[in-house]
C-alpha cells in the first residue's frame, strides 16, 4: 500500500518581533534584487470543491485533511487592513485565490471592500481573482456588482473525460465554458483561462484548446507543471516546456511573438499570424522568470510568503491579533520585502534536477497560485 502524507499546514502564531525605529511607508520598497513590491495574492480558503492531480490530490485532500478552522481564516476586515498597508507600499494589483475562492463565503462582501480601495495615484486597485468556475454561472452578476474587474479560469482540457481525470470530482467541461461566457457577458474581462500541462495527461489537448479559443474574446495561457508543494509527486519528465507548446501550435495555426505588455509580466505572449488573437505561455520552469517576480502572498491564516515556493511564511495575523499598530505592521513589511532574495525558480533552472528536493514547500492551495 503507498504510504500516505498527511500535511498539516502550520499554525503556530507566535508573533514575529516588530523592527525598529518605526517608518512611515513611502509607497515604493525594493528588494535585494531591486524588484518592487506591487503584486498581492491572497488566499482567502484552503478548500476546494475540485481534486485536481496537480494541486489538490485525493488521496492527501481526503476526508480526514486537517482544513483551517474558520477562526484561522483572516477576516475580511483584516484582510483590507493588510491590502490597505500593502498599497501603500506601493501594491496596484490584488488577486484573491484559494483554494477555490468562490468558495468563501459572502465573498461579494469582500470584494466590495477592496474595491473601495484605491492607490497612491488615486486609481482603483487592479482586483481580480482566479477561479475553477465551478461557481461562476451563478455568481458572476454578484461579483461584477461588487467592484470585481476581472477573472482568470482554469481549464485543463476539452475533453470531458481527460478533464474529468484531472479534476477528479466528474465535473464537466461545458458547466466551465457556461461560466467563462456569463462572466464575459457581465463585463468580467478580458478573461484568461489557464491550462497547466502535464505531459501524459493532457498535453493532447493543446491543440484543441488552441483551436478552441481562438477567434475568442478569450486569452488562453498554457502553464508549465510546477514543482510547488509537497503532495502532486512533481517530475521534471511531466513538464512539457513552453516551446515545445509554440512549437505544437505553430505547426498548424501560425503564430508570432508580441512585445511584453509591462515589466513583471508573467506570461510571455504570441499572437496568430491571421490576426485571430493571440496566447500566453507560463514558464516557470523552462524559462524562469524572478528577476522580474514583484509578487507577495498572503496565505488563508494570514502568513505572508515572499515566494511560491517558500517553506515558511511570516505571521502577519498573529501581529494583526496581538494589536499592533499600522505603523508597526508596515514597517514589519519593509522590512521584510527589504530582506527578500527569493529566487527559486531561476535555481532549480541552473539545476533542472530540482533543487533541494527534501526542503518542505507550502501547498498551492494553502498560499494560492
Ligand atoms: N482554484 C482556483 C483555480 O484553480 O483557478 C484558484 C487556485 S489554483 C491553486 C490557482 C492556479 O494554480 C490554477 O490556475 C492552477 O491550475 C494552478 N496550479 C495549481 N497547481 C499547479 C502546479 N503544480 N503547477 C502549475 N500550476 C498549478
Ligand atoms: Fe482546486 Fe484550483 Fe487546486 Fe484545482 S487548481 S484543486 S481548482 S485549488
Ligand atoms: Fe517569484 Fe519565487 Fe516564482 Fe521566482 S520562484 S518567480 S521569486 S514566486
Known amino acids: 500500500m503507498a504510504e500516505k ?6 499554525r503556530r502564531t507566535a508573533a514575529p518581533a516588530i523592527p525598529t525605529p518605526l517608518e512611515l511607508a ?23 470543491n475540485f481534486r485536481c492531480v496537480y494541486c489538490m490530490p485525493k488521496e492527501v485532500f481526503d476526508k480526514d485533511y486537517n482544513y483551517l478552522p474558520h477562526s484561522s481564516l483572516l477576516t475580511f476586515e483584516e484582510i483590507t487592513r493588510i491590502a490597505r498597508l500593502f498599497i501603500a507600499h506601493g501594491v496596484e494589483k490584488i488577486r484573491l485565490t484559494g483554494g477555490e475562492p468562490l468558495l468563501r463565503k459572502n465573498i461579494e462582501k469582500l470584494i466590495g471592500m ?13 482586483l481580480t481573482l482566479t477561479t475553477n468556475a465551478a461557481l461562476l454561472a451563478r455568481k458572476a452578476q454578484s461579483l461584477r456588482d461588487a467592484g470585481l474587474q476581472r477573472v482568470t479560469v482554469s481549464l485543463d482540457a476539452l475533453d470531458d473525460a481527460i478533464f474529468k481525470q484531472m479534476n477528479d470530482v466528474d465535473f464537466a467541461v461545458d458547466d466551465v465554458l457556461k461560466g467563462i461566457d ?25 491543440l484543441p484548446m488552441a483551436r478552441h479559443f481562438k477567434n475568442t474574446p478569450y486569452i488562453l495561457r498554457f502553464i508549465e507543471y510546477m514543482d510547488v508543494g509537497a503532495s502532486n509527486g512533481w517530475n521534471l ?21 508580441v512585445a511584453a505588455n509591462y515589466t513583471g509580466e508573467t506570461a510571455t505572449r504570441y499572437r496568430y499570424v491571421d490576426g485571430s488573437g493571440e496566447i500566453g505561455l507560463i514558464s516557470s520552469v523552462s524559462h524562469a ?17 515572499t ?15 496581538k494589536g499592533h499598530s499600522d505603523a508597526e505592521l508596515s514597517t514589519f513589511v519593509a522590512h521584510l520585502w527589504r530582506a527578500r532574495g527569493d529566487r527559486y525558480s531561476e535555481l532549480r533552472t541552473i539545476n533542472t534536477s530540482g533543487i533541494d528536493k527534501d526542503r518542505k514547500k507550502v501547498e498551492m492551495s494553502y498560499i494560492g497560485g
Open 114 to 126: 477592496l474595491s473601495a480601495l484605491k492607490t497612491n495615484s488615486g486609481k482603483p486597485l487592479d
Open 307 to 321: 515566494c511560491l515556493f517558500a517553506h515558511s511564511g511570516h505571521d502577519l495575523r498573529a501581529l494583526l491579533r
Open 5 to 10: 502524507i498527511i500535511i498539516v499546514p502550520d
Open 289 to 305: 522568470f524572478c528577476g522580474d517576480c514583484t509578487r507577495a502572498r498572503l496565505s488563508t491564516e494570514g502568513k505572508l510568503y
Open 182 to 206: 456569463i462572466a464575459h457577458q457581465v463585463g468580467l474581462g478580458p478573461i484568461k483561462i489557464n491550462m497547466v500541462v502535464k505531459g501524459g495527461m493532457n498535453d493532447q489537448q493543446i
Open 237 to 257: 519528465d511531466e513538464v512539457i516546456p513552453s516551446s515545445e507548446v509554440v512549437r505544437r501550435i505553430a505547426a498548424e495555426l501560425p503564430l508570432e511573438a
Open 26 to 48: 513611502t509607497g515604493r520598497v525594493t528588494d535585494q534584487l531591486a524588484r518592487p513590491l506591487h503584486d498581492l495574492r491572497i488566499s482567502i480558503t484552503d478548500r476546494c
